[in-house]
């Protein structure tokens, strides 16, 4: 049913489309402020619902923020996802920069979804840990797949936690080029693709 406000017809959200709507209005407020400082109703009164409403779709703050997490965890491994059979060489120059691409178009989520490491809540910073390590064993998969780095896993016990020294420098290093950084997305690019390489160099 869509409502008429002032001679126009607006058309009644899914619940699909407001469940998204909220998320959206919540990585906002939850990349700006610490997890402490957003408050559930203004996240209802931004979204223009009534609290009621928004209880119904996130019944507390932790389930309302593990959800923004989650959303933006789920949009960062399809980002990551590996083509299967393509040498790793040959994807992480593509892969990097639809990643980039995310991370600009969707600033805020990227900002909150790592903002629940410093959430006072246990159950959303397991929430982000979980998080983090679907994309460590995502990109662990990817090299163990691909001949050039599959035999490093023989051999190099630190290769796991390279990777994750990895994803932490390339958190760093994002989150310092949306604030504002001199470098280009090409060469935060291409910073990120040498860093990788170099701590899972079969030579290394």
């Not at 009621?52 to 949009?75: Q, W």
């Not at 994002?174 to 504002?180: A, D, S």
Request: hydrophobic share 40%; with cysteine; charged share 25%.
């Amino acid at each position: 049913m869509a409502a008429n406000q002032g001679g126009r017809t607006r058309r009644r959200l899914s619940t699909g489309e407001r469940r998204e709507q909220l998320l959206s209005v919540g990585a906002r407020l939850f990349s700006e402020r610490p997890y402490d400082d957003v408050w559930i109703e203004q996240v209802a009164e931004i979204a223009g619902v009534s609290r009621g409403l928004l209880y119904h779709y996130f019944p507390t703050k932790r389930d309302f923020f593990a959800a923004v997490v989650e959303r933006e965890s789920e949009r960062m491994l399809r980002m990551t996802a590996a083509v299967p059979g393509v040498p790793v060489r040959e994807q992480l120059t593509a892969g990097l920069d639809t990643f980039l691409e995310y991370v600009h178009e969707h600033a805020h989520g990227y900002r909150a979804f790592h903002r629940a490491d410093a959430a006072g809540d246990q159950a959303v910073r397991r929430v982000y840990q979980r998080a983090l390590a679907a994309q460590e064993g995502q990109i662990l998969a990817a090299l163990a797949a691909d001949p050039e780095f599959g035999p490093l896993f023989e051999r190099r016990p630190d290769v796991r936690l390279a990777v994750r020294g990895w994803l932490a420098f390339t958190t760093a290093v994002c989150l310092e080029w949306l604030r504002g950084s001199e470098l280009s997305r090409d060469q935060v690019r291409d910073l990120c693709a040498r860093a990788l390489l170099g701590v899972v160099s079969p030579t290394g």
